[in-house]
Every structure is written in structure tokens, then in C-alpha cells.
């Protein structure tokens, strides 16, 4: 199971969507610029943390992103979203904590 995000440059900005579901990554940062990137699935993962500014600068063609089942439990971290993804349409947060 993968922990973190990491080493995605060596995928040379070549995909329109990455599944990293079911695994153990408990922070969106760590993107390099993936411009071509607009689907993230994240699904069953322990996601509780986002770096909004890292979003915003390497992922600036983001449209879909799938957090079904993570550990999103504030508004901060929806807040984070919406400041780094300014062009998100579809967000699920089905199967997670927020109060």
C-alpha cells in the first residue's frame, strides 16, 4: 500500500486521471505539475489533510476529484479544497467524518 504521493514527474504529465483508491496516503500534497491531470480518485484511503497551495499551482486542471471513505472531518480541509482547486465539478466526501 502506498503511504504518501511522491514521484509522479516520472509520469511525464501523460494522464488524464491516477487511481491511488485503497491505499494509505493521509495528505493531498507532494504534486508536481501535472497539467493534463483532471480526475484524482482517492477513495479508501486515510486522507485528513490537504495542501491547497500545492493543488492550485501543480494540479491546475483538476475537474473530478473522489475522497469517498477518507478521514476528511473539517471544513478547514473543505476550504482547502476550494481554494486549491478553483476549477473542481465533482467532489465526494461520501463515507467520511465532516461535522
Known sequence: ???SI???SVTRDQFDSIDFSN????SLDNFPRL????SLYLSGNDVERVDARNLRRNLPGLKTLVLTGNRVAG???LGDLGVGCPGLEFLS???????
Open 6 to 8: 511522491e514521484h509522479l
Open 75 to 77: 471544513w478547514d480541509v
Open 93 to 99: 466526501l461520501a463515507g467520511n467524518p465532516v461535522t
Open 1 to 3: 500500500a502506498i503511504p
Open 35 to 38: 497539467n493534463r491531470l483532471s
Open 23 to 26: 491505499n494509505h496516503i493521509t
